[in-house]
């Protein structure tokens, strides 16, 4: 069984060592949820929808990228969950938590402002 979040964040993860800028990534709802909140924070400059792909266009400052680490938290074999109180900080809050709500895919301190809870999806610093 495959599992498509890692699938996307691996892509990411190898692109930025390659020290590519644009990326391509099969499409899928959740997938495009999570560029979105990525886009939102300002941790790629842009992205696109083309065919069945998702182009993401990645961020770069003085050669080094935006992203310094993306990982995986909620797996398929263990999914991680937590109430908007408990949510963890991520470095000491120079990162963020991706989080599947009900309200839809949003950034941990969405989360929080509209105390609601969810699936940790992934971090991001």
Do not use: Q
């Not at 300002?42 to 680490?69: A, H, M, P, W």
Request: hydrophobic share 40%; net charge positive; proline share 4%.
């Amino acid at each position: 069984m495959s599992d498509p979040i890692a699938d996307l964040l691996t892509r990411i993860r190898n692109a930025i060592m390659r020290g590519h800028t644009v990326v391509s990534i099969p499409k899928s709802i959740i997938k495009e949820d999570i560029v979105k909140v990525l886009l939102e924070k300002k941790f790629i400059k842009s992205y696109e929808v083309v065919d069945n792909d998702i182009v993401v266009t990645l961020k770069y400052k003085k050669g080094e990228n935006r992203i310094s680490g993306i990982a995986r938290v909620s797996k398929p074999s263990l999914r991680r969950y937590s109430s908007y109180r408990n949510i963890p900080k991520v470095l000491n809050g120079l990162g963020f938590y991706i989080i599947s709500t009900p309200e839809g895919v949003i950034s941990d301190k969405e989360a929080i402002t509209k105390k609601v809870g969810g699936e940790l999806i992934c971090k991001v610093w």
